[in-house]
C-alpha cells in the first residue's frame, strides 16, 4: 500500500469511529431521557415515600453493554498492537501516549482515593436501602467510594471528550 491509500484506510476508520462515538452518545441520551421522563415518579410500593423509577432495568442493561463494549475494544486494541507490532517507527514520538496513560490511571487512582476518604468520613451515616436503615461501615465506604469515583471519572472523560472534539483540526 502506498502512502495515499494507508491516510485514506485512517480517514475511513477515523469517519466510523467519529459516527460510532455519536450514535452511541445519541442512544445514551434517549435512554437517559427515557429513565428520567418516563414513569421516575412511581412510588415504590413498600415505602411510598420513595421514587422506584420503571426504567431502572434498561438503564442497567444499557450500562452493561456499554461496559461489555468497552472491554471489547480495549482487548482488541491490545492484540492488534501486539499483532501488528505497535506500527511505530523510531522517530515517531510516542510521548503523548504515554502521558495519556499516566493521566488516565493517574486520574482513576485519585477519584478512587477522594471516595474513600469521604466514604470513611462519613462512616456513621446510615443509608436508608428500599425503606430500610443500613449502617455498615464497609458498606457506605465502598458505596461512597464508587459513587464518588464515578462522578470525577465521568466528568473528566466528558472534559477530555470536549476538548478533543474542539482541538480537531480536521
Same mark, same amino acid.
Given at each position: 500500500?502506498?502512502? #495515499?491509500?494507508?491516510?485514506?484506510?485512517?480517514?475511513?476508520?477515523?469517519?466510523?469511529?467519529?459516527?460510532?462515538?455519536?450514535? *452511541?452518545? $445519541?442512544?445514551?441520551?434517549?435512554?437517559?431521557?427515557?429513565? *428520567?421522563?418516563?414513569?421516575?415518579?412511581?412510588?415504590?410500593?413498600?415505602?411510598? &415515600?420513595?421514587?422506584?423509577?420503571?426504567?431502572?432495568?434498561?438503564?442497567?442493561?444499557?450500562?452493561?453493554?456499554?461496559?461489555?463494549?468497552? #472491554?471489547?475494544?480495549?482487548?482488541? #486494541?491490545?492484540?492488534? $498492537?501486539?499483532?501488528? $507490532?505497535?506500527?511505530?517507527?523510531?522517530?515517531?514520538?510516542?510521548?503523548?501516549?504515554?502521558?495519556?496513560?499516566?493521566?488516565?490511571?493517574?486520574?482513576?487512582?485519585?477519584?478512587?482515593?477522594?471516595?474513600?476518604?469521604?466514604?470513611?468520613?462519613? &462512616?456513621?451515616?446510615?443509608? *436508608?436501602?428500599? $425503606?430500610?436503615?443500613?449502617?455498615?461501615?464497609?458498606?457506605?465506604?465502598?458505596?461512597?467510594?464508587?459513587?464518588?469515583?464515578?462522578?470525577?471519572?465521568?466528568?473528566?472523560?466528558?472534559?477530555?471528550?470536549?476538548?478533543?472534539?474542539?482541538?480537531?483540526?480536521?
Amino acid at each position: 500500500m502506498d502512502k #495515499a491509500q494507508v491516510i485514506s484506510a485512517q480517514d475511513k476508520v477515523e469517519k466510523i469511529s467519529k459516527i460510532t462515538l455519536w450514535v *452511541l452518545i $445519541g442512544i445514551s441520551l434517549v435512554v437517559m431521557a427515557l429513565f *428520567l421522563l418516563v414513569g421516575y415518579d412511581t412510588p415504590y410500593e413498600e415505602n411510598p &415515600k420513595q421514587v422506584a423509577p420503571q426504567l431502572t432495568d434498561l438503564l442497567i442493561v444499557w450500562t452493561y453493554i456499554l461496559i461489555a463494549a468497552t #472491554a471489547l475494544a480495549a482487548i482488541g #486494541a491490545v492484540i492488534y $498492537g501486539f499483532v501488528s $507490532g505497535g506500527n511505530k517507527s523510531k522517530n515517531e514520538d510516542v510521548g503523548l501516549a504515554s502521558k495519556a496513560g499516566l493521566i488516565a490511571w493517574g486520574t482513576f487512582i485519585v477519584s478512587v482515593v477522594v471516595g474513600i476518604v469521604v466514604g470513611i468520613a462519613a &462512616k456513621d451515616e446510615v443509608l *436508608l436501602i428500599n $425503606g430500610k436503615d443500613w449502617n455498615n461501615p464497609t458498606d457506605i465506604i465502598l458505596t461512597d467510594t464508587s459513587m464518588i469515583a464515578i462522578l470525577i471519572l465521568t466528568i473528566v472523560t466528558v472534559i477530555a471528550t470536549v476538548f478533543s472534539m474542539v482541538t480537531n483540526k480536521k
